[in-house]
Nanobody, 131 residues
Framework: QVRLMESGGDSVQAGGSLKLTCTVS?????????MAWFRRYPGWELEGVAS???????AYTDSVRGRFTISRDDTKNTLTLQMNALKSEDRAMYTC????????????????????????WGQGTQVTVSS
């Protein structure tokens, strides 16, 4: 069974940086064509933060573009999210996800950033940003 485990969440001050890592087990790079980070605010739906496909194409939600960088290391089966210039509104539970395909007829972002497109999910890691 594919398992995803996030790490790196912490409490930082606004303007600081964090690096989140998602480690995928029981899977191979060819079965992880698309990977993404999502976040959830208390009482809100999941928000797509960043996605990446096996060719290195990336997509970001507007609020993090220029501050966050998504990357993947297929030799280690890991997905990372480098978060810089953190703001109080970045405070959320961050979760990584893997999709079985990058093709989507309904999700406008390429690679997809729609939660419904992703099949495997981690448990999440909390990021707290204090002003």
């Amino acid at each position: 069974q594919v398992r995803l485990m996030e790490s790196g969440g912490d409490s930082v001050q606004a303007g600081g940086s964090l690096k989140l890592t998602c480690t995928v087990s029981n899977s191979t790079p060819d079965t992880m064509p698309c990977m993404a980070w999502f976040r959830r605010y208390p009482g809100w739906e999941l928000e797509g933060v960043a996605s990446i496909d096996s060719d290195g194409r990336v997509a970001y939600t507007d609020s993090v573009r220029g501050r966050f960088t998504i990357s993947r290391d297929d030799t280690k089966n890991t997905l990372t999210l480098q978060m810089n210039a953190l703001k109080s509104e970045d405070r959320a539970m961050y979760t990584c996800a893997v999709a079985r395909t990058c093709r989507s007829d309904s999700c406008p972002t390429v690679p997809p950033l729609c939660a419904s497109h992703y099949y495997y999910w981690g448990q999440g890691t909390q990021v707290t940003v204090s002003s």
